[in-house]
């Protein structure tokens, strides 16, 4: 049997990406990518992480997020932090900029799940939610 999941995720995964980014920018949202607001997000509910703890919370490689980072934190939305105990270990924490655009955030994040599941109900919702887990757990393994 001949399947497409893999290149329909990745298709509903570019077109999730220029949406989103376009309901960002129309909403003043411009300080930041639909990506870096991924690290801010896990960071809101945070507060401060590791840098292991913010790859590991948004499935981004430790390559991809250190060039993230850098423009957060030269942007004002990010601090890294030493830790006081182990020098090698470094933090990354919300600043107050960051947290101002929370709200904002939330509410085009609320129009985007809004369109991804028109004409969805709450039984289709779950269901597919749970597929798209139990294909993330597969991945994970390997």
Known sequence: ?????GFLISQIGRLQARVFQKMLRESGV???NGAQGRILYVLWE???LTITDVSRLTSLSKTALTSMLDRLEGGGLIK????KQNRRQIFV???EKAKSYRDEYERVSQR???LFYKGFDAAEIAEFEEHLKKIIQNL???
């Open 1 to 5: 049997m001949k399947t497409h999941g």
């Open 30 to 32: 411009d300080a930041f």
């Open 46 to 48: 945070n507060e401060i």
């Open 80 to 83: 890294r932090v030493p830790d």
């Open 93 to 95: 924490t919300i600043t």
């Open 112 to 114: 985007m799940n809004e």
């Open 140 to 142: 994970e393994g390997q």
